[in-house]
Nanobody, 121 residues
Framework: VQLVESGGGLVQPGGSLRLSCTASGRFFSIDTMGWYRQAPGKERELVAG???????KYAESLKGRFTIYRDNAKNTVYLQMNSLKPEYTAVYCCHSDRVVVTIFRTEREVWGPGTLVTVSS
């Protein structure tokens, strides 16, 4: 199972960007999916998460600016980011806590390689 992000890039302050993360490979189901970010010199932090049933969780400081949603049929999770600030510059990584591959095998803590988001004028 692989998670592959896309949609990162350079955006001006106040702008918007949508990140996508698609799970590829053969598996039965994916539980919670989410986005983390790591800025230069800082620890990785949770941005937002969403369960397979659609329940969401956000970093408190990002509520109202970011929206996470998923398309289970496409095995894809999205992060809509609005009103971006320079301090949001970071590598954004997709994560899943559990992927059921077969009835005998489960993969946990699956990470994508990340996509760089740069907010700058």
């Amino acid at each position: 199972v692989q998670l592959v992000e896309s949609g990162g890039g350079l955006v001006q302050p106040g702008g918007s960007l949508r990140l996508s993360c698609t799970a590829s490979g053969r598996f039965f189901s994916i539980d919670t999916m989410g986005w983390y970010r790591q800025a230069p010199g800082k620890e990785r932090e949770l941005v937002a998460g969403i369960t397979s049933a659609g329940s969401t969780k956000y970093a408190e400081s990002l509520k109202g600016r970011f929206t996470i949603y998923r398309d289970n049929a496409k095995n894809t999770v999205y992060l809509q980011m609005n009103s971006l600030k320079p301090e949001y510059t970071a590598v954004y990584c997709c994560h899943s806590d559990r992927v059921v591959v077969t009835i005998f095998r489960t993969e946990r803590e699956v990470w994508g390689p990340g996509t760089l988001v740069t907010v700058s004028s």
